[in-house]
């Protein structure tokens, strides 16, 4: 079994900052990718910023230059900084991983429980 856990969601004003955190746990070989999705009133689920085990970063355009998405291997954990942040990022944030089990050696994705974001404006 593999747990991702997410942290740190909550209410901000408009133009202000939050940060998000999600630890990995259980039967984990190895974390390709981490990252992060978001669904959004009236829109599907949305890919918002991924990192891979080199740490190469790939962000939707609507957050780029103002999210900031890392990891700490050691710890299987991947942050979500979010700055300048905007009423249409309100939504829930899921943590996603792809990752290797340890026991069966098999490639799979997984999701956390998602967390409120909340923007006013």
């Known amino acids: 079994q593999v747990q991702l856990v997410e942290s740190g969601g909550g209410l901000v004003q408009a133009g202000g900052s939050l940060g998000l955190s999600c630890a990995a746990s259980g039967d984990i070989f190895k974390i390709n990718v981490m990252g992060w999705y978001r669904k959004t009133p009236g829109k599907q689920r949305e890919l918002v910023a991924t990192i891979s085990s080199i740490d190469m970063t790939n962000y939707a355009d609507s957050v780029k230059g103002r999210f900031t998405v890392s990891r700490d291997n050691a710890k299987k954990m991947v942050y979500l900084q979010m700055n300048s942040l905007k009423p249409e990022d309100t939504g829930v944030y899921y943590c996603?991983?792809?990752?290797?089990?340890?026991?069966?050696?098999?490639?799979?994705?997984?999701w956390g429980q998602g967390t409120q974001v909340t923007v006013s404006s």
């Open positions: 996603y991983s792809n990752l290797q089990s340890r026991t069966w050696a098999r490639v799979s994705d997984y």
